[in-house]
C-alpha cells in the first residue's frame, strides 16, 4: 500500500512559473523525503526534511513539513523545462531506512 | 563515484518463462533494495538487504520473486516463472546503513515487459 499520496496527479506550466504540489500521508514518520524521476530513468534524490523540522530549502525547491496534518508540500519555484518529470514523495520510517512512494506528481514545463 | 548499475536495461519475455535482473551498488553501501514501479506508479519496496542479509521482504511474493546477496555487494533479483502483471520497472537501490537517515541512491532500472 502507498503511504504517500500526491496532489495534483498532473500538472502543467509554463516556463518561469512556480510549481506546487502536495503529498498527504497516514502513519507517523521519521522523514519525508522527494524525489525526481525523468521519463525513463532512475529516481534522484531531491530533499529529506526531518519529522521535527517545518521547512527546508535547496537551491530552488522549498520544502514544507506539517506533522500535525499530515502533509507535506514541494515548491519549485522559476520552474525550467528541464525541470519536467516525475515527482515522488516517501515517507521514512525511523528503523530500518524503509521508504513507502506515493504515486507522484507529473509535470510539465512549457518553454 | 560511480552510481548503482543494472543490466539488463531492458528485457521481453513470454509469461511463465523467468527473468533475473543483476544490481552492482555503489561501493561501501551496505543497504540494498529492490523496487518494482509499475507504469504510473511510485516505486513499491519488494526486498532490502543488510550486507547479505534481509531486512525486511514482506512485500516480495515468494511464490515467484527471489533474491540473494551472498557476498553483501552484488544481488540478483529473479522472477520465475513471470505472469503478465509482472510488467513494471524493476529499480535498485543502495544506501550507506540503514538507520533512518540515509539517502538511497537509485539505478536506472530494468524494464520488464512480460507477454
Known amino acids: 500500500s502507498q503511504q504517500g499520496e500526491e496532489d495534483p496527479q498532473a500538472l502543467s506550466i509554463q516556463e518561469g512559473e512556480n510549481a506546487t504540489m502536495n503529498c498527504s500521508y497516514k502513519?507517523?514518520?521519521?522523514?519525508l523525503q522527494w524525489y525526481r524521476q525523468n521519463s525513463g530513468r532512475g529516481l534522484v534524490h531531491l530533499i529529506l526534511?526531518?519529522?521535527?523540522?517545518r521547512e527546508k530549502h535547496s537551491g530552488r525547491l522549498r520544502v514544507t513539513l506539517d506533522t500535525s496534518k499530515k502533509s507535506s508540500s514541494l515548491l519549485i519555484t522559476a520552474s525550467r523545462a528541464a525541470d519536467t518529470a516525475s515527482y515522488f514523495c516517501?515517507?521514512?520510517?525511523?528503523?530500518?531506512?524503509?521508504?513507502?512512494f506515493g504515486g507522484g506528481t507529473r509535470v510539465l514545463v512549457k518553454p | 563515484e560511480a552510481g548503482v548499475a543494472q543490466s539488463p536495461r531492458y528485457k521481453i519475455i513470454e509469461k511463465r518463462q523467468s527473468v533475473a535482473f543483476w544490481c552492482n551498488p555503489i561501493?561501501?553501501?551496505?543497504?540494498l533494495y529492490w523496487y518494482q514501479q509499475i507504469l504510473g506508479q511510485g516505486p513499491k519496496l519488494l526486498i532490502q538487504?543488510?550486507?547479505?542479509?534481509?531486512?525486511?521482504d514482506s512485500q516480495l511474493p515468494k511464490d515467484r520473486f527471489s533474491a540473494e546477496r551472498l557476498k553483501g555487494v552484488d544481488s540478483t533479483l529473479k522472477i520465475q516463472p513471470a505472469k503478465l502483471e509482472d510488467s513494471a520497472v524493476y529499480l535498485c537501490?543502495?544506501?550507506?546503513?540503514?538507520?533512518?537517515?540515509?539517502?538511497?541512491?537509485f539505478g536506472p532500472g530494468t524494464r520488464l515487459l512480460v507477454l
Open positions: 526534511i526531518r519529522s521535527n523540522e
Open positions: 502513519t507517523s514518520i521519521n522523514n
Open positions: 561501493s561501501g553501501h551496505a543497504t
Open positions: 538487504f543488510q550486507n547479505n542479509g534481509v531486512v525486511d
Open positions: 516517501a515517507t521514512g520510517e525511523s528503523a530500518g531506512n524503509k521508504l513507502t
Open positions: 537501490a543502495s544506501s550507506l546503513d540503514w538507520n533512518g537517515r540515509e539517502t538511497q541512491y
